[in-house]
């Protein structure tokens, strides 16, 4: 199960953190994605994290301004972002897949398991 918040409104320029709280896997040989969906456009990949080995894959535009992390003991996975655009505007997703160790699917499609959005507003 999957459960993104933390969204909100924030000003260009300010950050913001994310939370995915995950629960029910039966391994850590499992991949969470942060995805994107703007208004009126396909969802994206954010970035991306092998829980078992720690790798991650981020998407360009994510490399200098987010960072992915993982709180063991709590099940949960943040998503901190920096220096955000209006163009982040958008609803944000995390998502699960079993894979191996170092598997870090960057495709929507790679992805099983979904939670619901979480809208993130960047406006001054």
């Known amino acids: 199960q999957l459960q993104a918040s933390g969204g909100g409104l924030v000003r260009p320029g300010g950050s913001l953190r994310l939370y995915c709280a995950a629960s ?57 972002m920096g220096s955000l655009e209006p163009e982040d505007t958008a609803v944000y997703y995390c998502a699960a897949t079993y894979g191996g160790p170092y598997y870090v699917p960057s495709l929507v499609t790679s992805y099983r398991y979904w939670g619901q959005g979480t809208l993130v507003t960047v406006s001054s």
């Open 24 to 80: 029910g896997f039966e391994s850590d040989y499992y991949a969470i994605g942060w995805f994107r969906q703007a208004p009126g456009k396909g969802r994206e990949g954010v970035v991306c994290l092998a829980v078992k080995a720690g790798r991650t894959h981020y998407t360009d535009f994510a490399k200098d301004r987010f960072t992915i992390s993982r709180d063991n003991a709590k099940d949960t996975i943040f998503l901190q």
